[in-house]
Each structure stands twice: as structure tokens, then as C-alpha cells.
């Protein structure tokens, strides 16, 4: 069942992603080489304990920290360790979540650590645009697969391929809800968007192939031919006109509309 939020519920949503988003950026501005990604953790742990939350990630299905952070062909879920440091050339994706009075908040960005190739570049921007033309058809009136077709659409246009394996979803008292919400598919099929409905659209986006595979520690999801991926990430409310970005980071510089 697809839960349609009340005015209320949207304005702690609301607040719950702008906490999150500040503290993604955060981190942003923290990437640098020789940080390890469990420093990255460590602060968004404490940083959002001081914003009166508490971390969305760490315990669920049995996830051992706060944030996921994944490097270069690591597509999602990569597990922080003070054992693993960013190097110059490396982009990182570091996804965050909240449980903010009884709501969740969640984003994800991909960030590049010194100086990375052209290819990562485009990779990165390729993604974050393609998040932005899923967000242009999360309307009421549109199908859910409209904003699955706009993310593929313009991923492959730009000669990169969608995962398959991961989708977004709702998002609302839980992390997880209904609907699923797959970046590839045909358009004007699914249910009906609504105003009320929250969801997380997160394309996730290889240099090559789609295909990923699961590491030993039964999280790590990594591109089967070890080219890079690139994951973006916002919560939006949809409404009667264009979708309310809930987790706009504040100093992102794709603002919507693009």
C-alpha cells in the first residue's frame, strides 16, 4: 500500500531531509584524500546525534555503521573502515539516512576525491542529471514509470547503463515502503502519482556493463566488470505541480529544474 502523507507528516519529512542533506554536504566537504572512510562515518554518526536523530542505517537487517560509503566500481552499500583511505583519482558515493521524530530522511551523492578522470566526471554528472529527469516526472497524474523511462533515457543517451539489481522506494516512517521504484522500464505503466506520496529516486549508474555481484561481507555490491558507478540520491514529495525536493543539499550545484 502506498501511503499518501498529510501536510504534518510532509513538514517533519521535510525537516528530516534538510537535517540529513546538511549533513551529507558535510561530508562532502570533508572528502579529501587520506580520510578514511570510517572517519566519514564517524562523523555522520555524531553529527546526526547532535541534530536530535538517530542514524537509519546502522542496525538495519543487520548493517554494522551510519553510513554507506562506496568507492570507484562499488555501487552501493560499501561498509566504512578506518582501514580504508581515499585516494587522489577515487570518487566515493556516500549514502545517509535519519530517523528524525518517527520520519526518515534519505540522500545520497557521488563526490570525487582530488583530481579524477574525465570519465568520472561524466559519470558523476551523467547520474546526477539523470536523477533530476526522474524528478521532473514525479507529478501527479504521471505513472511510476515515467520516472523510471526519464532516468534510463537519459543515462543511455549519454552511453552509461543502469543497475538493475537496486531501486529506489517510498519513504516515510519507514525506510523502505512502497512503491519500489526500478531507474529502467517503459513508460505510462505502474500506479497513478499522487500528491501525498513521498519516494526516493536514486539512479544508480555504471561506466559499463549493469551487471554487479555481491562481495564476501554480504553488502558491497560491485560492478561485475570493474568499472566505476556513480549513485545520487533525493527524497521529494509529489504534488499537483513540479516534485518538492525534500533533501536538496545546500549547496548542490544542479538545482531543480535543470
Not at 9 to 19: D, K, M, P, Q, V
Not at 74 to 101: A, M, N, R, T, W
Not at 155 to 184: L, T, W, Y
Not at 225 to 247: C, K, M, N, Q, Y
Request: proline share 6%.
Amino acid at each position: 500500500m502506498i501511503v499518501l502523507r498529510s501536510r504534518s507528516e510532509l513538514a517533519i519529512l521535510s525537516e528530516a531531509n534538510t537535517i540529513v542533506a546538511r549533513i551529507l554536504q558535510e561530508l562532502g566537504d570533508a572528502i579529501k584524500p587520506g580520510i578514511s572512510t570510517g572517519a566519514l562515518d564517524e562523523k555522520a554518526e555524531r553529527l546526526i546525534l547532535e541534530s536530535h536523530g538517530e542514524p537509519a542505517f546502522k542496525g538495519y537487517r543487520g548493517y554494522p555503521k551510519t553510513i554507506c560509503t562506496s568507492i570507484n566500481e562499488q555501487v552501493v552499500h560499501g561498509i566504512p573502515s578506518p582501514d580504508v583511505f581515499l585516494e587522489d583519482g577515487d570518487i566515493i558515493s556516500v549514502d545517509i539516512g535519519i530517523v528524525y521524530k518517527g520520519y526518515v530522511g534519505d540522500t545520497a551523492a557521488t563526490f570525487p576525491v582530488g583530481e579524477v578522470s574525465e570519465e568520472k566526471r561524466r559519470l558523476i554528472r551523467v547520474t546526477r542529471e539523470s536523477l533530476y529527469e526522474g524528478i521532473k516526472q514525479a507529478r501527479a497524474g504521471n505513472r511510476l514509470s515515467d520516472i523510471s523511462h526519464a532516468v534510463q533515457s537519459h543515462v543511455e543517451g549519454n552511453g552509461f547503463s543502469v543497475v538493475r539489481d537496486f531501486v529506489g522506494h517510498g519513504i516515510g516512517q519507514k525506510m523502505h515502503e512502497e512503491p519500489q521504484i526500478p531507474n529502467f522500464g517503459r513508460p505510462h505503466l505502474g500506479p497513478r502519482l499522487e500528491p501525498g506520496m513521498v519516494l526516493a529516486i536514486e539512479p544508480m549508474v555504471n561506466a559499463g556493463t549493469y551487471e554487479v555481484c555481491v562481495l564476501d561481507d554480504k553488502w558491497t555490491a560491485v560492478t561485475k566488470d570493474g568499472r566505476p558507478s556513480a549513485h545520487f540520491e533525493h527524497s521529494i514529495a509529489v504534488t499537483e505541480a513540479e516534485a518538492g525536493i525534500l533533501s536538496l543539499l545546500p549547496a548542490e550545484e544542479c538545482r531543480y529544474p535543470v
